[in-house]
C-alpha cells in the first residue's frame, strides 16, 4: 500500500472522481435513481464538502484516482451530533488491500473532531463487502432510515456511535 495515498478532494479531482463514483455504481447494479448516483453534487464534489465539519477523501494509487469517501451533516436531522458518512467508493484495483478499512477510519477520525456523536451510513443489501466493513468498524444495523438524503433506493441503514 505505500503507493496509495489518501488526501482531502482537490478542485481539479471534480471530474474523475465523478466517473470513478458513477462507474463503480453502474458496477455494482445501483439504481440510477434514488441512489448517489443521480445527486447534482457528483459533479462538483469539492464545492460540495467545501464546508464546515465536512470533508470528502480521495484515495489515489501512483497519482490516479481510485475512490474517496466523506462525512457531512446528516440531512433532515434535527439535531446535528450524527454525520453520514457519504459516497464511499472505490474501483476495483482498490478493493481487498485495507483501503477501505484506512478510509472509513480517516472519516471517522474527522468526524470525532468535528464533534459528532453519532455517524449514519445508507447502502444496499447486496453490498456484502462494504457491509462487513462497516459492522467491523463498529456500525450497527438500523430497522429504518434517519434523516433525509433522498436516497430512497437505499435500503440498508447502518449507524455507528463516535
Known amino acids: 500500500m505505500s503507493d496509495i495515498k489518501i488526501r482531502a478532494i482537490q478542485p481539479k479531482d471534480n471530474k474523475v472522481l465523478a466517473t470513478v463514483i458513477r462507474e463503480v455504481l453502474i458496477e455494482m447494479g445501483v439504481p440510477k435513481v434514488g441512489t448517489a448516483y443521480e445527486d447534482k453534487s457528483l ?6 464538502y467545501d464546508y464546515s465539519r465536512m470533508e470528502y477523501y480521495v484515495v489515489e494509487e501512483e497519482g ?3 475512490g474517496g469517501a466523506g ?3 446528516l440531512e433532515g436531522k434535527v439535531i446535528d451530533d450524527i454525520c453520514e458518512l457519504q459516497k464511499m467508493y472505490f474501483l476495483p484495483q482498490a478493493r481487498g488491500k485495507g483501503v477501505g478499512y484506512k478510509m472509513i477510519n480517516r472519516c471517522l477520525d474527522f468526524a ?3 464533534g459528532y456523536a453519532k455517524c449514519y451510513l ?3 443489501p447486496y453490498m456484502e463487502s462494504a457491509r462487513k466493513l462497516y459492522k467491523k468498524v463498529g456500525f450497527i ?3 429504518e432510515p434517519i ?3 433522498g436516497h430512497y433506493s437505499c435500503q440498508a441503514w ?5
Open 43 to 48: 459533479d462538483s464534489m469539492y464545492e460540495t
Open 64 to 66: 490516479r484516482i481510485i
Open 71 to 73: 462525512i457531512a451533516p
Open 112 to 114: 470525532k473532531e468535528q
Open 122 to 124: 445508507e447502502t444496499m
Open 141 to 143: 444495523p438500523l430497522e
Open 147 to 149: 434523516g433525509n438524503t
Open 158 to 162: 447502518m449507524i455507528k456511535d463516535l
